[in-house]
């Protein structure tokens, strides 16, 4: 951890915003480490002008005020009105000055504070928005979580220099956690945003997403989903002792899958559920058949002889036998879209 974060650290305290003895908490706080991880990959600097997208908390827009210094400015965005309402509220109790907070689809940034010299995001958008990059300063940064395939969950963190073309440059790809970031408040934590193909609500909700959506359109992925709901072949798979490792090792391997199988004609397959068990997993499908790895070690498939499951399974002494590679060993290419770019990911 540099100085200047170590630094904001101290001086800002985390219990004021993310458990305040009048203003409570909120849903979701992003992990300690994972902060100061994700705020060394953005290379803040004092006297900087920064635009955060994901206000949440507050406490990471006030370590950005903090680090950026009386000579620098923050513009903190969210999309919810409470989040914002009071982050401000906290903020002004600490007497924080230099930073702005705008209810608003961050999406759209906020060109009338920018330009900027670093943008920071906190919540994945499919794709780095058209509107960051030609808010960004040239030689600028951004630093944010992103889809890498059109698979829900399938979400790494990208860090891209904008050069004097106003386009992204030299991305870098590295482990990341975030809800996904829509253009309307999210209420269904349980069911990701995007690429989701089919799912289930009521007492037991679950979803599937599948990358064959297109291409074999006389599949149905609501039967897929049903395969692994109903799952008739179950395997534990150990990658650690440690719950805490078992979780990192699998989402190695989820960016293992991601980077093998590519973003086009590719049967990679999430699967998920929600309230009471929260599974996630990856894997494959076809139409036909279907295998997932749970982020817990359980290989669930359609039956034990499923093509999926002997396919997931090669896959995975395939990632043994490379040492267990994640996001970091995986390459990322910039592809210009619509409204922005993609990252998509390869070995």
């Known amino acids: 951890m540099s100085d200047l974060i170590s630094t904001a650290v101290q001086a800002v305290p985390r219990q004021h915003y993310t458990n305040h003895p009048e203003l409570g908490s909120v849903p979701q706080s992003t992990a300690q480490a994972a902060i100061e991880r994700d705020l060394a990959r953005a290379a803040i600097e004092p006297g900087m002008r920064v635009m955060e997208i994901g206000t949440g908390t507050g406490y990471t827009g006030a370590l950005l005020a903090d680090m950026v210094g009386a000579d620098g400015h923050v513009v903190s965005i969210d999309i919810d009105p409470s989040l914002t309402d009071r982050a401000g509220k906290l903020h002004a109790e600490r007497g924080v000055s230099n930073l702005t907070l705008i209810t608003a689809d961050g999406h759209q940034g906020a060109s009338e504070h920018g330009p900027y010299d670093v943008i920071v995001g906190w919540a994945t958008p499919t794709h780095i928005p058209a509107a960051w990059v030609a808010q960004c300063s040239p030689g600028g940064?951004?630093?944010?979580?992103?889809?890498?395939?059109?698979?829900?969950?399938?979400?790494?963190?990208?860090?891209?220099?904008?050069?004097?073309?106003?386009?992204?440059?030299?991305?870098?790809?590295?482990?990341?956690?975030?809800?996904?970031?829509?253009?309307?408040?999210?209420?269904?934590?349980?069911?990701?945003?995007?690429?989701?193909?089919?799912?289930?609500?009521?007492?037991?909700?679950?979803?599937?997403?599948?990358?064959?959506?297109?291409?074999?359109?006389?599949?149905?992925?609501?039967?897929?989903?049903?395969?692994?709901?109903?799952?008739?072949?179950?395997?534990?798979?150990?990658?650690?002792?440690?719950?805490?490792?078992?979780?990192?090792?699998?989402?190695?391997?989820?960016?293992?899958?991601?980077?093998?199988?590519?973003?086009?004609?590719?049967?990679?397959?999430?699967?998920?559920?929600?309230?009471?068990?929260?599974?996630?997993?990856?894997?494959?499908?076809?139409?036909?058949?279907?295998?997932?790895?749970?982020?817990?070690?359980?290989?669930?498939?359609?039956?034990?002889?499923?093509?999926?499951?002997a396919k997931l399974r090669d896959v995975i002494k395939e990632w043994y036998d490379a040492d267990r590679p994640g996001l970091d060993a995986v390459q990322a290419d910039l592809t210009a879209h619509i409204d922005g770019w993609l990252v998509t990911a390869r070995i």
């Not at 829900?152 to 386009?167: C, D, I, L, P």
């Not at 996904?180 to 609500?201: S, W």
């Not at 982020?295 to 499923?306: F, H, I, K, T, Y």
Request: charged fraction near 20%; charge should be negative.
């Open 141 to 309: 940064r951004i630093a944010t979580p992103v889809y890498i395939a059109p698979v829900a969950r399938t979400v790494g963190h990208v860090t891209v220099t904008v050069n004097n073309e106003a386009a992204p440059i030299d991305p870098k790809l590295g482990p990341a956690v975030y809800i996904d970031m829509g253009d309307e408040i999210n209420t269904t934590l349980g069911i990701p945003l995007f690429y989701v193909d089919a799912c289930t609500a009521g007492d037991s909700p679950a979803w599937v997403s599948v990358a064959w959506r297109d291409t074999t359109p006389e599949h149905d992925p609501s039967d897929t989903l049903a395969m692994l709901k109903h799952a008739d072949f179950s395997q534990k798979v150990v990658f650690s002792n440690l719950e805490r490792d078992q979780a990192s090792r699998w989402r190695d391997f989820r960016a293992y899958c991601v980077g093998r199988e590519g973003a086009q004609r590719s049967n990679l397959t999430a699967f998920g559920t929600g309230e009471p068990d929260w599974v996630t997993a990856i894997g494959f499908s076809s139409g036909n058949n279907a295998a997932v790895l749970t982020a817990e070690g359980q290989l669930l498939g359609n039956r034990e002889d499923s093509p999926a499951v």
